[in-house]
């Protein structure tokens, strides 16, 4: 996968785990990325923008700061976000904002961003990392999931008002994935004895799925391939076992769907 003219990249998110991953990939490539990210300082070598994805001010300046220097930005990656888990009951409604602050809103302030430009160049790929869970809700991750659902549904709409200008947007979806996500995860175990400890039981087990997960190396990759093919579907997941699972949400009736998910995460 080499890119054969010059094409420009924004990451967000992308100094550390998958978004580090797709920026490695991307500039293996010979893309020119930028990375956006609240960390000061990085360890990669693409063009680093401290700047948090929440904040749509600080959003615009890094794009119009990436345009002032490339003229174009070809390609979005919506990388940055973090999960919460525990019980709706006795998670905060400041915690859930905050969740959607950056993982739902944060892609829009990217979005909002980039797309004049893309729409003027008529040309542009916005690639937003979801999740199977947007697919597949977890219990005592509600939040998380219902963040990603959103992210499914944006995608999905928007791409078919950017289509007439050469836009194309997809989501797409890891399943368990083996990175520093996992121990940045909020988790909120108040409840628990409440709950016959479910909430700390789901969640351990969650976290076992994930440290046996996927590498983000090979997520990175499928994402970088996301970015720079021709076409692409609105909605997909990474991995064989994945886009499985995504099919038989689809066509087992919801009550089955439902009873599985229970048995894994909520008994």
């Known amino acids: 996968m080499r890119v054969k003219r010059k094409t420009v990249a924004v990451v967000t998110g992308g100094s550390s785990g998958i978004g580090l991953a797709v ?23 693409a063009n680093h923008l401290q700047c948090d994805v929440t904040d ?6 890094a794009v119009t700061s990436v345009l002032a220097r490339e003229g ?45 430009s893309m729409r003027m160049q008529k040309s542009g790929r916005i690639v937003a990392v979801s999740s199977v869970a947007g697919a597949i809700a977890i219990p005592f991750q509600t939040f998380y999931s219902a963040s990603k659902a959103a992210v499914n549904a944006y995608v ?21 994935v083996s990175t520093g996500f996992t121990s940045a ?36 990759s499928y994402i970088a391939k996301q970015c720079l093919k021709r076409r692409v579907k609105p909605l997909s997941a990474i991995g064989a076992s994945y886009k499985f699972l995504c099919v038989l949400a689809k066509i087992l009736p919801q009550s089955l769907v439902s009873r599985i998910v229970y048995s894994i995460y909520a008994k």
């Open 156 to 176: 999905q709409a928007l791409n078919n008002e950017v289509r007439p200008y050469g836009i194309t947007a997809t989501a797409v979806m890891p399943g368990d």
């Open 56 to 61: 749509a001010n600080a959003v615009n300046e």
């Open 185 to 220: 995860r909020a988790k909120n175990e108040r409840g628990d004895r409440e709950y016959d400890g479910r909430i700390s039981r789901s969640v351990a087990v969650m976290e076992q799925d994930e440290t046996h997960g996927m590498k983000a190396a090979v997520v990175g």
């Open 23 to 45: 920026v490695e990939r991307l500039s293996e490539a010979g893309v020119t990325v930028y990375e956006l990210s609240r960390r000061e300082q990085v360890t990669h070598s």
């Open 72 to 116: 174009q930005i070809d390609v979005l990656v919506c990388n940055a976000g973090f999960g919460i888990s525990g019980a709706v009951e006795f998670t905060d409604l400041s915690e859930a904002e905050r969740q959607f602050d950056v993982n739902f809103f944060g892609v829009v302030n990217a979005v909002k961003a980039v797309l004049p």
